[in-house]
């Protein structure tokens, strides 16, 4: 027997949910058949429908029921008739058992969507999470922090190796880490692993600046310009010339006033920082757990920015150069698209707004062509009565053809099935051979009185 855990090592955690899918779904459809099969049974020992030598047809809801000899009951007061061991039978009224059986498939479509949001909801993030467990990556170290000032005095100024951005940041950074250090190593901070007491340090960071969305024309430039030097080492010159003339153009546009772009000049639109042990991210992300939201940052700002002593404002701690920061988990590095990064957020929210309203018109507009053809299917045909005998669904009575200028008769089944007995048994042979055919051979085979009755020459 394999476990689906062992799946997971063998294909990963998507061969694991693969496979732990299909055993739900074949438990909750064997549960949908349990509840739904009661409908399928008191269908199939119902004759309601016209027997049109459909097995199939003889299961559905149309089918629910017995049809009256007489004729002269109503659809709603159909009766569902059982039959026992010893042939007696037990007349049932289906208005009190449609009902049962319509809270019967509710509970299965309610079932078959409580296993779909399980699914999504539960099982996905936690498989997931005991996935992320299991593997280290660069992910457990890093941290995602935005919602920075992109600008302030004196940030392109270099200091030690690195601007002054870069090191003020990572102080910040360093500071709260070994403070939360701190308090977890203390008795009563519950700390189950035991935690360094080095100081934590920063041991990477990028600055993801805006390059006004061309940062891609960028990596063009270099691209060409790598292609034009291998270009001059082979000796293939008028190619190069030609990469020259493209680097040349595309320079043009990235350059204002003739000056390249400084990129330790542009803004800062967020910051992705490697620190030096997975605890050490985990725990920046608790303590800027409430400067996840928009209403609680501006709070932050609000109580940050108060005035007062550093102990009436501790969100001081959570700020930076006046700005409440938001720090969460990191993507994985092949997650990251470099060329979106100062794609600025209305402008993002824009896009998946116009996406969204094109989504939606494509399917209004689906629903209006499917609308307008029901529409014009209905206003072309010329009667919607079923006609025994004929090919058509809805065959034009006008346009059937006649005898000798007399017009045939015309077998409509939904007057035929509400015919009585005593009609019947005085009507025209057209007219019994009508009834006889609306009824169906099950009703009349199950009747000895129609066997040996009015369809007895039918």
């Not at 349990?34 to 809801?61: E, K, M, Y």
């Not at 208005?95 to 498939?105: I, K, N």
């Not at 692993?193 to 024309?217: I, N, Q, T, W, Y």
């Not at 065959?395 to 045939?408: C, K, N, R």
Request: proline residues 4%; aromatic residues 8%.
């Amino acid at each position: 027997k394999t476990r689906l855990e062992e799946l997971a090592e063998i294909g990963g955690p998507g061969t694991q949910l693969y496979f732990a899918l299909l055993r739900d779904l074949g438990v909750v459809f064997a549960y949908m058949a349990a509840l739904t099969c009661a409908s399928i049974v008191f269908n199939a020992v119902s004759n309601f429908a016209p027997d049109n030598g459909n097995a199939l047809a003889r299961t559905t809801i149309g089918n629910i029921g017995s049809s009256s000899n007489s004729g002269t009951l109503a659809p709603h007061q159909r009766y569902i008739i059982l039959k026992d061991e010893s042939g007696a039978c037990e007349g049932i009224p289906v208005t009190a058992t449609t009902g049962v059986l319509g809270w019967l498939d509710f509970l299965a479509a309610i079932a078959f969507l409580i296993a779909v949001v399980h699914f999504r909801f539960f099982a996905v993030p936690h498989t997931a999470q005991e996935a992320d467990k299991l593997c280290v990556t660069p992910m457990d170290y890093a941290v995602e922090i935005d919602h920075l000032p992109r600008h302030f005095e004196g940030m392109e100024v270099v200091q030690h190796d690195v601007t002054k951005y870069e090191d003020e940041l990572t102080e910040m950074l360093e500071r709260i880490a070994t403070k939360m250090r701190e308090k977890q190593q203390l008795p009563w901070s519950g700390a189950v692993e035991p935690v360094s007491g080095e100081v934590a340090k920063v041991k990477e960071m990028v600055l993801v600046r805006d390059f006004k969305k061309k940062l891609s024309r960028i990596k063009d430039v270099a691209t060409w310009k790598k292609e034009e030097d291998i270009c001059r080492t082979v000796g293939e010159s008028k190619k190069a010339d030609a990469l020259l003339k493209k680097v040349d153009a595309a320079r043009a546009k990235l350059t204002k006033d003739g000056a390249e772009l400084k990129e330790a000049e542009l803004d800062i639109v967020r910051a992705y920082v490697i620190m030096s042990t997975p605890k050490d991210a985990q725990n920046l992300r608790g303590f800027f757990r409430f400067t996840e939201y928009s209403l609680l940052r501006w709070l932050s700002e609000v109580l940050g920015n108060c005035g007062f002593f550093e102990c009436c404002c501790p969100q001081r701690q959570r700020m930076f150069y006046g700005k409440a920061i938001r720090v969460k988990q990191a993507p994985e590095p092949s997650n990251i698209i470099w060329e979106n990064q100062d794609v600025p957020y209305w402008e993002r929210k824009t896009r998946q707004g116009v996406v969204g309203i094109i989504f939606t018109l494509i399917v209004l507009t689906s629903f209006a062509l499917v609308y307008a053809a029901n529409v014009g299917a209905k206003m072309n045909t010329k009667s919607s009565a079923q006609l025994l005998g004929n090919e058509e669904c809805d065959p034009d009575l006008g346009s059937l053809p006649s005898e000798d200028g007399v017009a045939p008769y015309a077998c409509l089944v939904a007057n035929a099935t509400n015919w009585t007995m005593i009609f019947v048994e005085g009507a025209t042979p057209d007219e019994k051979a009508c009834f006889c055919g609306a009824i169906g051979y099950s009703n009349i085979a199950q009747n000895p009185d129609l066997v040996k009755g009015v369809c007895r020459e039918w």
